[in-house]
């Protein structure tokens, strides 16, 4: 009898959303009818987005893609072949020779979307748990050592050296220390941990064990957002696995230490993506940022020592401790080292997730990479680093991805978000955006951020409207400078970067001629 073709399609949320639960289930159904034996095995996404559901054939010659696949194509495709990598119209070719992927550098992603995410089995198949029995044979200094001289920073957005922050937590004297996890991903145009936490679940587990290890904490938790049903279901089926196979539990790997790890769903607010403000509702209290000091790392969850970084920093670290601290930051340039999980949207003709090193320009991902504008009309703004990142000008697309460049030019690479707008665009309703969506998810903790926004969004429809325009202007560039000074956190304190940088870079959408007043229906 011969063995199973197996058939891979993608169990990614993006993927749902297009019809991949209908295509996997056509497929058996076809396969069945025509007495074709196949094993469907449901892996995370490439990131190909606009080419999903994008199903996968091993053969001979490799495994070979299709896509994007409709209910309507599969018999078709059966009739052409392709459980065989057969020609047809929908025939991608071989998956590794693919140039979107080939181009890049996938080191935090490189299982994404091809293991199955909740095989243990072909997780270890596929390098998995190396890191981890790499660091159960070294001493947490030394753990910490090693993640310090990658020049690994926090992928969250604040960019803080993930090395310093574990050797603080690593060096206070307590009883008892937490390993947390901010799976909160908020800003508008990510999508990387989500992809991650569904593509390679035991990753994200496998790279929070280390920092536990490697500080002498024995529990953790990951705090996701309510709004990704699919990561809660893969996370909570990957850790219980984890379990039974002693990766977590009282003795992690044999090795006499101990970790559990949790999930714990957040309620939908923004500001719960800022640490003080996570740890808050993770106590069971209301999501309000703490003033620092004391810093989580000193006094954190519960008042312990608290090691909070973001999924993709953590995920990170299993590869560098499997490959050495140099490999990872012979990736990258000046102070940006390693890979950077890129996420393209908006008007963009092939959106998706791109992991490469720093350095690469904005214009070779979204013109080259991207393919430009999804309307065909010219590039005018692109948002980088979620809803609280500047807009730059075509001009700016030059820029590498890097966060000291980036700060240079007053922008910010936040969590790699990229949003690109066309020429139709509005860019004094883009700053109204910005103050209205600080005034609805501010915790109202502090007055610059809570009255602030809201008065951002009246002044800005005064400029709009032609309202005694210049005095209007020069009262919200102080308001901008008052948030940006005085606001607690980076909430209030980012929100006037877009506000700013649409005016600056954007002058003209602030002082077009008002609408005309429609005339009142007759009675």
Same mark, same amino acid.
């Given at each position: 009898?011969?063995?199973?073709?197996?058939?891979?399609?993608?169990?990614?949320?993006?993927? @749902?959303?297009?019809?991949?639960?209908?295509?996997?289930?056509?497929?058996?159904?076809?396969?069945?009818?025509?007495?074709?034996?196949?094993?469907?095995?449901?892996?995370?996404?490439?990131?190909?987005?606009?080419?999903?559901?994008?199903?996968?054939?091993?053969?001979?010659?490799?495994?070979?893609?299709?896509?994007?696949?409709?209910?309507?194509?599969?018999?078709?495709?059966?009739?052409?072949?392709?459980?065989?990598?057969?020609?047809?119209?929908?025939?991608?070719?071989?998956?590794?020779?693919?140039?979107? $992927?080939?181009?890049?550098?996938?080191?935090?992603?490189?299982?994404?979307?091809?293991?199955?995410? $909740?095989?243990?089995?072909?997780?270890?198949?596929?390098?998995?748990?190396?890191?981890?029995?790499?660091?159960?044979?070294?001493?947490?200094?030394?753990?910490?050592?090693?993640?310090?001289?990658?020049? @690994?920073?926090?992928?969250?957005?604040?960019?803080?050296?993930?090395?310093?922050?574990?050797? =603080?937590?690593?060096?206070?004297?307590?009883?008892?220390?937490?390993?947390?996890?901010?799976?909160?991903?908020? !800003?508008?145009? =990510?999508?990387? !941990?989500?992809?991650?936490?569904?593509?390679?679940?035991?990753?994200?587990?496998?790279?929070?064990?280390?920092?536990?290890?490697?500080?002498?904490? =024995?529990?953790?938790?990951?705090?996701?957002?309510?709004?990704?049903?699919?990561?809660?279901?893969?996370?909570?089926?990957?850790?219980?696995?984890?379990?039974?196979?002693?990766?977590?539990?009282?003795?992690?790997?044999?090795?006499?230490?101990?970790?559990? @790890?949790?999930?714990?769903?957040?309620?939908?607010?923004?500001?719960?993506?800022?640490?003080?403000?996570? $740890?808050?509702?993770?106590?069971?209290?209301?999501?309000?940022?703490?003033?620092?000091?004391?810093?989580?790392?000193?006094?954190?969850?519960?008042?312990?020592?608290?090691?909070?970084?973001?999924?993709?920093?953590?995920?990170?670290?299993?590869?560098?401790?499997?490959?050495?601290? /140099?490999?990872?930051?012979?990736?990258?340039?000046?102070?940006?080292?390693?890979?950077?999980?890129?996420?393209?949207?908006?008007?963009?003709?092939?959106?998706?997730?791109?992991?490469?090193?720093?350095?690469?320009?904005?214009?070779?991902?979204?013109?080259?990479?991207?393919?430009?504008?999804?309307?065909?009309?010219?590039?005018?703004?692109?948002?980088?680093?979620?809803?609280?990142?500047?807009?730059?000008?075509?001009?700016?697309?030059?820029?590498?991805?890097?966060?000291?460049?980036?700060?240079?030019?007053?922008?910010?690479?936040?969590?790699?978000?990229?949003?690109?707008?066309?020429?139709?665009?509005?860019?004094?309703?883009?700053?109204?955006?910005?103050?209205?969506?600080?005034? /609805?998810?501010?915790?109202?903790?502090?007055?610059?951020?809570?009255?602030?926004?809201?008065?951002?969004?009246?002044?800005?429809?005064?400029?709009?409207?032609?309202?005694?325009?210049? /005095?209007?202007?020069?009262?919200?560039? !102080?308001?901008?400078?008052?948030?940006? !000074?005085?606001?607690?956190?980076?909430?209030?304190?980012?929100?006037?970067?877009?506000?700013?940088?649409?005016?600056?870079?954007?002058?003209?959408?602030?002082?077009?001629?008002?609408?005309?007043?429609?005339?009142?229906?007759?009675?």
């Amino acid at each position: 009898m011969s063995a199973a073709i197996r058939i891979f399609v993608p169990i990614d949320a993006a993927a @749902l959303s297009v019809g991949a639960e209908a295509v996997a289930q056509a497929i058996a159904r076809e396969a069945q009818a025509r007495g074709t034996a196949v094993e469907i095995i449901r892996n995370g996404s490439r990131g190909m987005l606009w080419l999903e559901p994008m199903v996968e054939v091993e053969t001979a010659q490799g495994r070979i893609a299709y896509g994007p696949v409709a209910v309507r194509d599969i018999a078709a495709l059966f009739e052409a072949g392709f459980q065989t990598g057969g020609a047809h119209e929908l025939r991608l070719g071989q998956v590794d020779a693919l140039d979107w $992927l080939k181009r890049q550098q996938r080191l935090t992603f490189e299982r994404v979307g091809v293991t199955d995410p $909740l095989s243990l089995a072909d997780y270890r198949a596929h390098d998995g748990l190396k890191g981890l029995e790499k660091a159960l044979s070294l001493t947490g200094a030394e753990i910490v050592e090693e993640v310090r001289e990658s020049g @690994l920073r926090g992928r969250g957005g604040a960019g803080f050296p993930t090395g310093i922050k574990w050797k =603080t937590v690593h060096d206070a004297r307590a009883e008892q220390k937490y390993i947390v996890c901010n799976a909160d991903e908020g !800003d508008s145009g =990510t999508f990387a !941990d989500r992809m991650l936490m569904e593509g390679d679940p035991f990753l994200l587990i496998e790279g929070m064990t280390i920092a536990a290890i490697a500080v002498g904490a =024995t529990k953790g938790y990951i705090y996701l957002r309510s709004e990704y049903p699919h990561a809660h279901k893969a996370l909570q089926r990957a850790i219980l696995k984890a379990r039974n196979a002693g990766m977590l539990g009282a003795s992690v790997l044999g090795s006499g230490k101990a970790f559990e @790890l949790e999930v714990r769903l957040g309620a939908g607010a923004y500001i719960c993506g800022e640490e003080t403000s996570l $740890l808050e509702s993770l106590e069971g209290n209301r999501a309000i940022v703490r003033a620092k000091p004391p810093i989580p790392a000193l006094q954190g969850l519960f008042g312990k020592p608290t090691i909070v970084n973001n999924v993709l920093s953590f995920a990170a670290v299993p590869w560098i401790l499997t490959h050495g601290a /140099k490999a990872y930051a012979d990736y990258g340039m000046g102070r940006s080292r390693g890979t950077l999980p890129v996420q393209l949207g908006g008007n963009i003709k092939r959106g998706g997730l791109i992991e490469l090193a720093f350095g690469i320009s904005l214009r070779e991902i979204i013109e080259d990479m991207g393919g430009g504008t999804l309307s065909g009309r010219p590039i005018r703004a692109v948002q980088v680093g979620g809803p609280l990142g500047a807009y730059l000008t075509e001009k700016q697309l030059d820029t590498p991805m890097d966060y000291e460049a980036l700060a240079g030019i007053r922008a910010m690479l936040g969590h790699g978000g990229i949003v690109v707008f066309d020429d139709s665009v509005d860019m004094a309703k883009q700053a109204r955006f910005a103050f209205e969506f600080c005034a /609805k998810e501010s915790c109202g903790k502090c007055t610059p951020c809570r009255i602030g926004a809201t008065r951002g969004v009246e002044l800005v429809d005064k400029i709009i409207a032609g309202t005694e325009r210049p /005095k209007n202007l020069a009262v919200l560039r !102080d308001l901008n400078k008052l948030m940006t !000074d005085a606001s607690l956190c980076a909430m209030g304190g980012l929100t006037p970067m877009p506000v700013m940088s649409a005016l600056n870079h954007f002058f003209e959408d602030f002082d077009r001629p008002p609408a005309p007043k429609l005339p009142l229906a007759a009675e």
